[in-house]
């Protein structure tokens, strides 16, 4: 299974950032966090690095049902998706599928909150 | 040559059972310790700083689901992401989709009754990490320091 869904864009790098954070809150997902992993690898080891960006989707909602399930999911919260730079002039957008990394936590009841989710991500993946 | 045969093969079965061995490892390091929420949190980001974390991400995602979904019963509970830089970049050359699981979550939860839990995903059980030698033994200098955390609490 692929544990990640993924697209190239033509976009900018913050066209993507926008494009992905706008169809994100239209499936219910908020980006709660928001990593610039260019600017921390800069500061922390002078690494000149290629613009990448991890954002941390989530939707509370869900994550409420996932936790009344499986109190451990937290650790799998939230999901993340990932902008970066490809080439000067593509950008790739790709969000983790939620359904292959919670294979680790065998709990039946989370099934169903990890389907929903893993649809609407690569919803999100296909609306960009 | 039958020696060397003997030896290979012995190494062969060694090898097999670290693998089942990993295999069996917890996708968790959970410790619940007492006091008070507020104070274990601090601890935690406190010991983890020492570690060579930066702490890159903090969420309350009790605070979070309340704000959308109205009250609930949830009690305090917050998702930390500790990162390593150096150590998150090394793995990046190793697996370019590492991003996927960076950074580590750590958990301090609320359990009530003077008592928290603190929740350490095991970084060389993520799918990503578990069949990749080079990633796993990054991992496993991460799985070392979180382990310190969780024995200093």
Known sequence: MKYYFNKITNYSFDEAIEKVTEELQKEGFGVLTEIDVTATLKKKLDVDFKNYRILGACNPPYAYKALSAEDKIGTMLPCNVIVQQISESQVEIAAINPIASMQAVENNALGEVAIDITQKLEQVITNV | M??????????????????????????????????????????????????GFGIVTEIDLDVRIKNKIGDTDMKPYKILGPCNAELAYEAYKVEENIGFILPCRVIVKDLGNNKVEILME?????LIVRDNIELNKIADQVKTKYLSVLKSL
């Not at chain 2, 670290?18 to 935690?44: D, W």
């Open chain 2, 2 to 51: 039958k020696k060397i045969k003997i030896i290979s093969m012995l190494l062969m079965v060694l090898s097999i059972q670290s693998l089942v061995a990993q295999g069996q490892e917890k996708a968790y390091f959970s410790k619940t310790v007492e006091g008070t929420f507020e104070e274990i949190a601090e601890k935690v980001t406190e010991y983890l700083i020492e570690q």
């Open chain 2, 122 to 126: 095991n970084p060389t059980e993520k």
